[in-house]
């Protein structure tokens, strides 16, 4: 089945729900003929053939769907229960999973899932700050509202999980798909928002695996649980290593640690730490002399080269984003 069949396929089922799901949201409470079975479909086919269509062309979008209504009663009926209702038909539409054509990338096949983690932040006008709280910033406008999508995607068979929606400031180690569990045998990609020692460990026993950047505050350990200061210890192997480590003071989560050069770093760093009036500490700026990645994945499996080319696979979900803001202008 192709995945444009399934989506197809998926939509049908959800707008089957609408009707049920505008009424226990309070959108609708009497007998309308915009239903909420009407209602999705309007918006969501003028939206996808026109982000920018005006009230007049959404008037018109619900008059071939059979509602006759004006730009002016349906610009009343997108209040407070309309947003709470379309929230609530999101959640039903990412429980419907979409999966594309498994992949022929032979890397990717060496796992039986390889999952991305990421999450945009789409700005909010500042009216709706008490609704979905920003992140804040020096410019006081257009800083107190935005949401936050928490977004996974599976490389080798195109499965997507998410958008779930959260406040801009929430942190991602605190979202429902950072605590996910993870199949036996599958990879997990994300950055370091997501850098977590436990859930790591967790992703161990439940078979599975994590490929990640090293957040640079964690304790690291040889395999004679003695601590290393990182930075010598990369000045002493370097310029490219790939060792076995213990992470933490408390997990002593073992992991083999590859790196690379890119020096580039150290000036975002700075820039950074200028914009929230902070300074870098020198060790900071010298470990950006290299790429660190650590990861929990037999040497047999992926050898330190093809960890850092994996590593770069990530950016597919940027490119997923990049997608969602050319093509219906998320943003």
Not at 8 to 22: D, H, L, P, S, T
Not at 59 to 87: D, H, N, Y
Not at 274 to 291: N, Y
Request: with cysteine.
């Amino acid at each position: 089945m192709s995945s444009v069949t399934q989506v197809e396929q998926a939509m049908q089922r959800v707008f089957q729900q609408a009707n049920g799901i505008a009424r226990q949201t309070g959108f609708v409470q009497r007998a309308s003929k915009l239903t909420g079975e009407r209602f999705v479909p309007t918006l969501v086919t003028a939206w996808l053939n026109n982000p920018q269509v005006t009230r007049q062309g959404l008037a018109q979008m619900a008059a071939g769907l059979g509602v006759s209504i004006s730009p002016q009663g349906l610009s009343e009926r997108l209040g407070e229960s309309a947003a709470t209702f379309l929230q609530a038909m999101l959640d039903v539409v990412v429980g419907h999973i979409i999966a594309s054509d498994p992949v022929a990338i032979p890397i990717l096949q060496r796992f039986t899932a390889v999952i991305l983690l990421d999450s945009p932040v789409i700005v909010l006008p500042d009216a709706l700050a008490a609704v979905w709280r920003g992140c804040g910033g020096g410019t006081g406008q257009g800083t107190q509202a935005a949401v936050k999508l928490q977004v996974g995607l599976d490389l080798v068979c195109g499965e997507l999980r998410g958008p779930y929606l959260y406040d801009g400031r929430s942190h991602d180690g605190s979202s429902n798909l950072q605590h996910a569990a993870l199949q036996a045998g599958a990879l997990r990609l994300a950055d370091l928002g997501y850098f977590r020692l436990d859930v790591f460990a967790d992703l161990c026993q439940q078979g599975g695996s994590f490929l990640s950047r090293l957040e640079a505050a964690t304790a690291v350990f040889d395999t004679q649980q003695q601590r290393l200061d990182l930075l010598t210890f990369l000045q002493t192997h370097g310029p490219r290593i790939d060792a076995p480590v213990e992470l933490g003071v408390q997990h002593h989560l073992p992991v083999r640690v590859p790196e690379e050069v890119a020096n580039e770093r150290r000036g975002k760093l700075r820039a950074q730490a200028k914009r929230k009036g902070q300074t870098v500490s020198k060790v900071r700026l010298a470990l950006a002399d290299w790429t660190i990645s650590v990861t929990n994945v037999p040497i047999e499996l992926l050898s330190g080269e093809e960890a850092l080319v994996l590593a770069r696979v990530r950016w597919q979900i940027e490119l997923l984003f990049k997608l969602w803001k050319q093509s219906v202008r998320l943003h």
